[in-house]
Structure formats: structure tokens, C-alpha cells
């Protein structure tokens, strides 16, 4: 089993920064790709950012050069610095990633449990 741990969410500003981390512990072999994903209220999940194993990133235009995503391999962690936020990137935060596990190598997908980011006006 695979359990994922955001934490760092809260109320902030406009303009204000916030970082999020998410911590990954159980029968990890190997993690993938990690991300961040969204919600806001009324709208479907979007994706934030992702990272691969190697560093390489992506993310959503909305978000380009005001978030950065990064990742500690060692401590299956990864990172979102959300700089210059705005009220619309109100949402619930959730990490995913894409773990193979012991003992049978198996690949899953896997959610955190979320956190609110909530930005003021």
C-alpha cells in the first residue's frame, strides 16, 4: 500500500505565496511521475504541474512562472511553490504519482488526500 501526505495549505493574500509538500511512504519500489492536480468548486480536476524522475516538468498555462514544481527522490517527496497566487487559484490541492511497489513491481496510480488553498481578494 501507498500512502500520499499534502500538507501546506491555507489561507492566503492575493499575491502571496504558499508551498505545498507531499510525502510518499509504504511499499514504494520506484516512483514516476509526480504532480499536482486541482479542484475548484463546481469545476473538474485540472492539472497544475507534473514532474518526472529526472527532473523534467510541465505545467498548465495558468500557472506558468508563478509555480514551481520540484521533488526530493531521495525522501519521495515532491514540492509546489505557488508564488503570485490569485482568488482563482482557489481549490483543493491533491498529489498524485505513479508508484511501483514491492514485492510484485506493480504500477498504480495514487491520490493524496488534498489540501484547501484558499486565496483572498
Known amino acids: 500500500q501507498v500512502q500520499l501526505v499534502e500538507s501546506g495549505g491555507g489561507l492566503v493574500q492575493a499575491g502571496g505565496s504558499l508551498r505545498l509538500s507531499c510525502a510518499a511512504s509504504g511499499s514504494i519500489l520506484t516512483i514516476n511521475p509526480m504532480g499536482w492536480y486541482r479542484q475548484a468548486p463546481g469545476k473538474q480536476r485540472e492539472l497544475v504541474a507534473t514532474i518526472t524522475s529526472g527532473g523534467t516538468t510541465n505545467y498548465a498555462d495558468s500557472v506558468k512562472g508563478r509555480f514551481t514544481i520540484s521533488r526530493d527522490n531521495a525522501k519521495a517527496t515532491v514540492f509546489l511553490q505557488m508564488n503570485s497566487l490569485k482568488p482563482e487559484d482557489t481549490a483543493v490541492y491533491y498529489c498524485?504519482?505513479?508508484?511501483?511497489?514491492?514485492?510484485?513491481?506493480?504500477?498504480?496510480?495514487?491520490w493524496g488526500q488534498g489540501t484547501q488553498v484558499t486565496v483572498s481578494s
Open positions: 498524485n504519482a505513479d508508484v511501483v511497489t514491492s514485492p510484485l513491481w506493480k504500477s498504480g496510480d495514487y
